[in-house]
């Protein structure tokens, strides 16, 4: 087996949505994604996170996304450079531990962090959320040009725009509220989630 892509995520929001975010750039399409379950995992062992994928599924490019602040949160690092220098060289000697074997190794790995976190990148788009059907439009009255910047606490802000009785832990509710983000619209207001849309506009489906 052989696919253009895959994902390594961090945890469960990121899986259950993903695929709207991809399909919506690149057109309907299946990329697989694989979720290491939780971020501690995948800053300790990227590198069998990565040979589970290759093995599997030999893709020419792995993505893996990780969230900035639970990286902080978990004191694993001090900053967004620095979470994504410890997650490249741990794929660095990966690539080198694996250059001598069989294993057919992907043509590139990519590492993108959210910043803050995942729910930044549902943010980004704060007018395609106003239609979304959790949302109480009403509630949205803000204008952002860096989401990252300015929303400090995006989970905090995502649910304080949420109708009553509405709850985004459920997986059901997590990928309806995917489904307002426009990814061009997105990358306007969120640097972070420019460096996925970028990313993932490289890979090639046909």
């Given at each position: 087996m052989s696919v253009p892509a895959a994902f390594i995520v961090e945890g469960y929001c990121e899986y259950d949505t993903f695929p709207s975010f991809y399909s919506k750039i690149l057109g309907q399409c299946y990329i697989p994604i694989s979720n290491a379950k939780g971020i501690g995992n995948l800053t300790k062992n990227t590198g069998?996170?990565?040979?589970?994928?290759?093995?599997?599924?030999?893709?020419?490019?792995?993505?893996?996304?990780?969230?900035?602040?639970?990286?902080?949160?978990?004191?694993?690092?001090?900053?967004?450079v620095e979470l994504k220098e410890m997650v490249m060289k741990n794929c660095e000697e990966f690539i080198k531990s694996q250059e001598n074997g069989s294993l057919k190794l992907p043509k590139e790995i990519v590492v993108v962090i959210a910043d803050k976190t995942y729910e930044s990148w549902l943010c980004a788009d704060y007018e395609g959320l106003k239609?979304?059907?959790?949302?109480?439009?009403?509630?949205?009255?803000?204008?952002?040009?860096?989401?990252?910047?300015?929303?400090?606490?995006?989970?905090?802000?995502?649910?304080?725009?949420?109708?009553?009785?509405?709850?985004?832990k459920s997986k059901a509710n997590r990928k309806k509220i995917a489904t307002s983000l426009r990814p061009e619209i997105a990358k306007e207001n969120s640097r972070s989630f420019e460096k996925f849309y970028k990313e993932v506009s490289k890979i090639n489906v046909a």
């Open positions: 069998d996170e990565l040979l589970k994928v290759i093995k599997l599924l030999n893709p020419e490019i792995v993505i893996i996304t990780l969230d900035y602040r639970e990286a902080l949160r978990e004191k694993l690092v001090e900053n967004c239609t979304n059907e959790l949302i109480n439009e009403e509630l949205i009255t803000e204008e952002f040009d860096n989401v990252d910047i300015e929303i400090p606490n995006p989970n905090k802000w995502l649910n304080s725009k949420l109708k009553e009785n509405v709850d985004l």
